[in-house]
């Protein structure tokens, strides 16, 4: 397998849809590195690993769009188009390949056995570590520039750092209904797909039969699945996604409670101070106060932002 390399310019804007010659190999890998203010655009049917090495990325999607920093990393769904935007302050490094060139990295490694070996939509807490490491392989296929194959052992590190990252997925997969591994990959593919929308997109009005719609079943199936999978069902996960969020943006100091809360979707004040003290142990203004007093205060974001993913 090869791969190969491209940086994206400060303020540049690079569509994949269009640029064909310098796309993703269609057996192969694109690494790519976005300098401050560049812009990818890549269309469904691949899947990438963004992960951001200082300053925020923006993820958009026709479903909605969200923000991650360094310490994170985001799988994005390789059934959706999306565009990739640094900001100001910072790089991103990228690994962008089909779902079937993934798969064939995924089981180089002897542990596939007991992992997924497809991608999963998601974003992930990660260390620096890992960033700094996705960097160097991308300078490397640019200094080879796809003449050659990859040494066999980047080729294991990036199947197991797979695995690790994907890890927590595989006893998911294994509640999911189905006769074959196969089966259940698909049917937790289609319910993450879901469950990753509600969590970078907590402050969207859903309702069940919309979020049934994108897993491909009807309401009263996709409720009984979502719950045997997850553990919880798809309202109750909602709104933990919405506290979580309120949380972040009160503790960011600039919004007022009740901006914050109206912010992460909640319609009412007393929802909302339930939720928050039934999740925290606290209150949203004790928490607003602490915070102030620790932190101070500092701009907030206009979309939401996700630093690591929401346990299941």
């Not at 925020?56 to 999306?82: K, L, M, N, W, Y």
């Not at 992930?124 to 991308?138: K, S």
């Amino acid at each position: 397998m090869r791969m190969l390399a491209r940086r994206v310019e400060a303020g540049a804007l690079l569509s994949l849809d269009r640029d064909q010659a310098g796309g993703v190999p269609a057996h192969g890998l694109l690494a790519l590195t976005l300098g401050e203010g560049a812009a990818v655009a890549l269309p469904a049917k691949i899947a990438g690993l963004w992960c951001p090495l200082g300053g925020r990325v923006q993820i958009a999607t026709p479903d909605g769009q969200f923000q991650i920093r360094a310490g994170a990393i985001c799988v994005s769904d390789s059934e959706r188009p999306v565009e990739v935007s640094m900001g100001v302050g910072g790089t991103c490094v990228a690994l962008l390949a089909s779902q079937s060139a993934w798969a064939q990295i995924a089981v180089i490694s002897d542990r596939t056995r007991d992992a997924p070996p497809v991608l999963f939509p998601a974003v992930h807490g990660v260390g620096g570590d890992l960033g700094q490491r996705l960097l160097r392989l991308a300078q490397d296929a640019a200094q080879e520039d796809g003449k050659r194959p990859w040494p066999a052992w980047r080729m294991l590190w990036l199947s197991q750092t797979l695995q690790d990252l994907q890890a927590e997925f595989a006893p998911l997969v294994a509640r999911c209904p189905g006769r074959t591994a196969a089966r259940k990959r698909q049917v937790f593919l289609r319910l993450q797909r879901v469950r990753h929308h509600v969590t970078t997109n907590p402050r969207i009005e859903f309702d069940i039969p919309q979020l049934a719609r994108m897993a491909n079943y009807s309401p009263w199936h996709f409720i009984k699945v979502f719950h045997a999978v997850f553990g919880e069902a798809p309202y109750a996960y909602l709104m933990r996604c919405r506290v979580e969020h309120a949380r972040r943006l009160i503790e960011q100091g600039a919004l007022a409670v009740g901006e914050a809360a109206r912010a992460a979707g909640f319609e009412s004040r007393a929802t909302f101070s339930r939720a928050f003290r039934q999740r925290f142990s606290t209150s949203a203004s004790e928490l607003r106060r602490a915070s102030t007093a620790t932190y101070g205060t500092e701009p907030e974001a206009s979309i939401p932002e996700v630093t690591k993913k929401a346990a299941g």
